[in-house]
T-cell receptor, first 115, second 113 residues
Framework: NAGVMQNPRHLVRRRGQEARLRCSPM?????VYWYRQLPEEGLKFMVY????????ESGMPKERFSAEFPKEGPSILRIQQVVRGDSAAYFC?????????????FGPGTRLTVL | AQSVAQPEDQVNVAEGNPLTVKCTYS??????LFWYVQYPNRGLQFLLK??????LVKGSYGFEAEFNKSQTSFHLKKPSALVSDSALYFC???????????FGTGTKLQVIP
């Protein structure tokens, strides 16, 4: 059973470009979470999605950031018009659909560098 | 608001000695507490969790944690540290609903040979 997959592992963008980060959850998992980790800091929650639904996006910046988890295919975190402050590691996690407080399984992350 | 605090940015311990990484929590209601480890340039790996039941929780790689309600703590422990335990450790809580995890700021563990 493959773990959570993220690609690309490293992404370099110039200011003003768009960044698209992809996450494929573990098999059987229907809950996806995105976190951002700035250098020397802990992880900050961004958004929680289920298939075709955004459940909680309270940690997502109001502008330039969006996320989706379509019926088919991976979850996408999209950052438009990137700025240097967007440089960070972005982690995706998934958990199973059943209730209760389950641990989340993390992908290896995408390291975004904005030049 | 739910929060967890890790008061130490870094912990140094000699190989073979016991280690403790501290975590305190502040949540309304019952806490759901986790420990994760992050190796350089890697994602987080789950170590253990406390939901209910025994206050002493055993996890992966010989780690354990003790839930202490009176001290609102959930310290991570290991009887004998290995150099390979050197990593960044995060305490977390997900009692805030929707399984949204609130992470502490992390503690860097350095095991000295």
């Amino acid at each position: 059973n493959a773990g959570v997959m993220q690609n690309p592992r490293h992404l370099v963008r110039r200011r003003g470009q768009e960044a698209r980060l992809r996450c494929s959850p573990m098999k059987g998992h229907s809950h996806v979470y995105w976190y951002r980790q700035l250098p020397e800091e802990g992880l900050k929650f961004m958004v929680y999605l289920q298939k075709e639904n955004i459940i909680d996006e309270s940690g997502m910046p109001k502008e330039r950031f969006s996320a989706e988890f379509p019926k088919e295919g991976p979850s996408i975190l999209r950052i438009q018009q990137v700025v240097r402050g967007d440089s960070a590691a972005y982690f995706c996690a998934s958990s199973p659909p059943s209730g209760g407080a389950h641990e989340q399984f993390f992908g290896p992350g995408t390291r975004l560098t904005v030049l | 608001a739910q929060s967890v605090a890790q008061p130490e940015d870094q912990v140094n311990v000699a190989e073979g000695n016991p280690l403790t990484v501290k975590c305190t929590y502040s949540v309304s209601g019952n806490p759901y507490l986790f420990w994760y480890v992050q190796y350089p340039n890697r994602g987080l790996q789950f170590l253990l969790k406390y939901i209910t039941g025994d206050n002493l929780v055993k996890g992966s790689y010989g780690f354990e944690a003790e839930f202490n309600k009176s001290q609102t703590s959930f310290h991570l422990k290991k009887p004998s540290a290995l150099v390979s335990d050197s990593a960044l450790y995060f305490c977390a809580d997900c009692s805030g609903g929707y399984q949204k995890v609130t992470f502490g700021t992390g503690t860097k563990l350095q095991v000295i040979p």
